[in-house]
């Protein structure tokens, strides 16, 4: 008799250590607060106000690519004619130290209005502003990077 008085004994026991009631597994519950600082996702670029069409893509064919070639490297037809190398727009090194401000302002007044060659012509007579900024876009997608 004494043996099965110890056996339940033991079971009520195990159940009470082990915690299987509903308090314990509720305690485990994640904080449901928010963290106090939210840190955003590291080089996720937000979604461009001006993005690339296939327009965008034409209009550089069109007028940008004598210079700066098909794919955007500086390697245009035009670009052995000219005293200063047409930008590479594929290379992150120089462009992500400007401002998607500085290359508007390049592609709107040309080169000097920025301090740089004036064979980079300016077009603020011949593209309207959304079509320069998606350049921008464009030049943003060319490079694979942003502005640091
Ligand atoms: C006649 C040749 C020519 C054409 C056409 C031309 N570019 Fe340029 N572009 C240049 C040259 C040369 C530079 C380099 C200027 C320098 O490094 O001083 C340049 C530089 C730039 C730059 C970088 C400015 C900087 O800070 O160096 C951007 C952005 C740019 N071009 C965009 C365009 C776009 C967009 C078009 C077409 C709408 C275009 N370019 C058409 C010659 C040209």
Redesign the pocket.
Known sequence: MNRVFILIGGITLMGILTGCGQEPAEQKKPPTEPPAVSIPPAQSPAPRAHPVTQETRD??QF??A???GTAGH?N?I??PH?T????D?TKAD??ET?TDE??FI??QQG?LA????P???S?QH??DENT?HS??S??RELCQCQAL
């Open positions: 209009t550089y007028y940008c004598q210079c700066h500086g245009g035009n670009a000219l200063v190398p047409p930008r727009h120089y462009l400007r500085h290359l390049a592609i080169g920025v301090g740089r060659a064979c980079m012509p077009w011949t593209l320069i350049l921008v464009y030049i």
